[in-house]
């Protein structure tokens, strides 16, 4: 089994950054494919970034390329959003996820291959 506790979430305005971190404990951390996802109010959750197990290979949903950056530290069993020039649309609860699969990249953003969820963490965007 699989623990996974975010943090790092708050509330910033539009433009500023932040940085949410997803602490792993129960396996090794480096035998699971990382993901990020988010969930507004009264919408579905979805896709926001993934990294592989290496690190080596990562993937972005459209909304939020260029703007925001994952990464894993496998010494530390943690990975992080890097989220930059936040706007008021990326308001959201933001959960972490792992599956301890080989993903392919077009599976990345599928919800339903992830195994394990952390109790996810808000970030508020203000105008």
């Known amino acids: 089994q699989v623990q996974l506790v975010e943090s790092g979430g708050g509330l910033v305005q539009a433009g500023g950054s932040l940085r949410l971190s997803c602490l792993a404990s129960?396996?090794?951390?480096?035998?699971?494919?990382m993901g990020w996802f988010r969930q507004a109010p009264g919408k579905e959750r979805e896709f926001v970034a993934a990294?592989?197990?290496?690190?080596?290979?990562?993937r972005y949903a459209d909304s939020v390329k260029g703007r925001f950056t994952i990464s894993r530290d496998n010494a530390k069993n943690t990975d992080y959003l890097q989220m930059n020039s936040l706007k008021p649309e990326d308001t959201a609860v933001y959960y972490c996820?792992?599956?301890?699969?080989?993903?392919?990249?077009?599976?990345?953003?599928?919800?339903?291959?992830?195994?394990?969820w952390g109790q996810g963490t808000q970030v508020t965007v203000s105008s």
């Open positions: 990294i592989n197990r290496s690190g080596s290979s990562t």
């Open positions: 996820a792992a599956v301890s699969l080989i993903l392919s990249t077009t599976s990345y953003g599928d919800k339903s291959k992830y195994d394990y």
């Open positions: 129960g396996r090794t951390f480096g035998t699971l494919t």
